[in-house]
């Protein structure tokens, strides 16, 4: 019988979750949560205490994940799951004008970071095929032009410090990503480029950037 594992969060050994969601008076529904958008300084007596302009300008945005949702009046004190279930190539796609005039202001930048098809991601190793990564070439080549080289052993927050650190502000369960960081050598990227990452023991991501 193909029943979860409540004590892993698993099924089948993929990592399983129930959506976020809220209740729905009068129904036995509930409303699906997807993401939370907010609207930052959009009352004027707090832009005025937060130093900012309190006459009309273009609204900015932020985000908060679905599962902050709390709503059954209590939040809860955790720790994570000292557990990762593979490893995989991601790209860290920034909107560096975006992110340069929120930066100014002195706004969240979220939205230079959190637009869409801004995490390209390659298929994920278990890392119960490779272990866990301590060393390993990290590489990024823009037209076939190296751009980005570094390696595993460069960090300075290893795989475990992260979760141990972030895990100190959210619950970490099945199915949350975590980008470990970028070597040196960030560039701009246009339309027709062609970007093909690899992280050694790992894997490799092809991709173009097209309109």
Not at 66 to 89: E, I, K, N, Q, S
Not at 135 to 151: E, K, M, Y
Not at 167 to 181: N, R
């Amino acid at each position: 019988m193909n029943t979860p594992d409540a004590k892993t969060g698993t099924r089948n050994g993929m990592p399983q979750w129930s959506p976020p969601s809220l209740p729905i008076i009068g129904s036995e529904a509930r409303f699906p949560v997807r993401r939370i958008y907010c609207v930052g300084r959009n009352y004027a007596e707090h832009a005025r205490e937060m130093g900012g302009n309190p006459d009309r300008e273009p609204p900015f945005f932020f985000m908060k994940p679905a599962d902050a949702v709390v709503t059954d009046g209590r939040m809860d004190y955790h720790t994570a799951l000292d557990c990762v279930f593979g490893y995989a190539v991601g790209l860290d796609m920034t909107r560096r004008d975006i992110q340069g005039e929120l930066k100014a202001k002195g706004r969240s930048w979220e939205m230079g970071k959190a637009f869409d098809q801004s995490a390209p991601i390659s298929p994920i190793v278990p890392a119960s095929r490779i272990g866990h990564p301590q060393r390993g070439a990290i590489t990024l080549a823009v037209n076939s032009q190296p751009r980005q080289h570094g390696d595993l052993a460069d960090m300075i927050w290893p795989v475990a410090d992260i979760i141990a650190n972030l895990s100190g502000y959210v619950t970490l369960l099945p199915g949350d990503l975590i980008f470990t960081g970028t070597p040196a050598g960030v560039g701009k990227v246009e339309r027709g480029d062609r970007l093909e990452g690899a992280v050694e023991g790992v894997g490799s991501l092809s991709l173009s950037i097209v309109g």
